[in-house]
């Protein structure tokens, strides 16, 4: 008898298969729960010194890191940054603050209540090299 006859390579790709469904209804499980019920926030800061995407990279990345903070936009054309956070978790000052730690100037301009929802096209803008 040979043993390789046993072994069905489509018995492995099943499991494979298993495997992936269930990473992928566990993964929208937990995008679910962190879109959950939160009343966020959105507040507009005026950023000076940002030259380039590299320091647009760098000030997303600090507040992003914030406890809290949802959701980071920044521009060094518009001198601006804009985040989603849960107003509980973190405030405007401690925003400031880390964006002031790397060297910039930052001010609030306004804040506005906003929706829990995030927008997918906000996390692929994200996703830019630096320079
Ligand atoms: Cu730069």
Do not use: Q
């Not at 940002?50 to 406890?67: F, I, N």
């Not at 910039?104 to 996703?127: I, P, R």
Request: net charge positive.
């Amino acid at each position: 008898m040979n043993p390789t006859k046993s072994f069905s390579p489509w018995s492995l790709g099943a499991v494979a298969l298993v495997a992936l469904i269930g990473t992928g209804a566990w993964a929208s499980r937990t995008a679910a729960a962190a879109t959950d019920e939160v009343p966020l926030v959105t507040s507009v800061f005026r950023v000076e010194g940002m030259t380039c995407g590299g320091c647009e990279a760098s000030v997303k990345m600090t507040v992003k890191r914030l406890d809290g903070v949802r959701e980071v936009e920044a521009s060094h054309t518009e001198k601006r940054a804009t985040v989603t956070y849960d107003a509980k978790k973190v405030s405007p000052e401690a925003i400031v603050a880390a964006i002031e730690k790397l060297g910039y100037t930052a001010e609030l301009v306004e804040t506005k209540t906003t929706t829990a929802e995030t927008k997918a096209t906000g996390l692929l803008a994200k996703l830019r090299a630096c320079c």
